[in-house]
């Protein structure tokens, strides 16, 4: 983790309130993993406390970030110019967990050979990211990338214009599967339902791993479906954090206690054991069958 003054060079408007902002620092780029954030320092008249955002993608000595212009400070910094500096700490939390030597692709497979085949054969990953969730998925997706390794990628979000990095996603080498709410581009309807067409229609492995970012709502749906077919589910938690290291506990969520380490019988809540963990220390990503929906 380092906390330093970093220099913008690029902000770029990609849709409606969406911004992409590129940020030169080599070690946060080149110490960072999918899933990790920043805590960026906006402005010290007008906002008091550091902003959270996902990293969405790297180069040897840049790293970008997505953000929605939602109150006051996202506002100030849509407005940022290249060359302007910020004081950022990160990268962190802890990313999403890779996946085992199992789930790479079987060597000898051939570019365009049926996907279905292809996921016997390994277990492609499959992410679903709804609105500026997709930005820790981009990362990851690259991540993959690196390894020829191609992921099933969904897409979900309110309207057209809130539909972001589908073509870079394909850049990747992914297939994407996009859905808008109110069917003004790709299909009609919450990504969740199609998540789970998917998983009926198409041959999956057991060894396929689902990730997932975006509104809570949905990834409880997705935790809920991944459950269903008894695949393994990473989520990343969007919750509003005051300080990222852990220390103010205010982005705390409950989680599944292992029983066998269960030792305060106060601690129950529908009758389960479960503990508090804050999302930016222990999470962002957790287990989704770890959390207390």
Not at 98 to 110: F, I, Q, Y
Not at 184 to 209: D, E, Q
Not at 230 to 235: D, E, G, I, P, Q
């Amino acid at each position: 983790m380092y906390q330093t003054n970093t220099k913008l060079i690029s902000n770029k408007k990609l849709s409606g309130d969406f911004f992409l902002l590129t940020f030169t620092n080599p070690k946060i780029s080149r110490n960072s993993k999918p899933g990790q954030f920043i805590m960026l320092k906006i402005d010290d008249e007008k906002t008091f406390l550091r902003r959270p955002f996902s990293i969405c993608r790297t180069s040897n000595n840049t790293f970008d970030i997505l953000f929605k212009v939602v109150g006051k400070g996202t506002e100030i910094l849509s407005k940022a110019k290249r060359g302007d500096i910020f004081n950022i700490l990160g990268p962190l939390g802890n990313g999403y967990t890779p996946l085992p030597t199992s789930h790479l692709p079987a060597k000898g497979l051939v570019e365009g050979f049926p996907l279905a085949r292809q996921r016997f054969s390994g277990g492609l990953p499959v992410l679903v990211g709804g609105g500026t969730g997709v930005a820790s998925l981009l990362f990851l997706a690259q991540s993959f990338a690196l390894k020829n390794i191609k992921p099933v990628v969904f897409i979900g979000a309110k309207i057209k214009k809130d539909v972001m990095f589908e073509n870079q996603f394909k850049k990747y080498g992914c297939k994407v599967i996009v859905s808008t709410e109110d069917g003004s581009y790709g299909k009609r309807g919450m990504i969740s339902k199609f998540f789970s067409s998917y998983l009926i229609a198409n041959p999956y492995s057991l060894s396929t791993v689902i990730y997932s970012c975006g509104p809570k709502p949905m990834l409880k749906e997705i935790a809920k479906i991944s459950k269903k077919y008894n695949l393994k589910c990473f989520v990343s938690l969007e919750e509003k954090m005051a300080c990222g290291i852990g220390t103010c506990m205010g982005c705390v969520v409950k989680i599944r206690r292992p029983m066998s380490n269960v030792q305060c019988p106060m601690s129950k809540v529908q009758n389960q054991e479960f503990e508090y963990k804050s999302v930016c220390k222990d999470g962002p990503v957790f287990d989704a069958e770890d959390i207390i929906w």
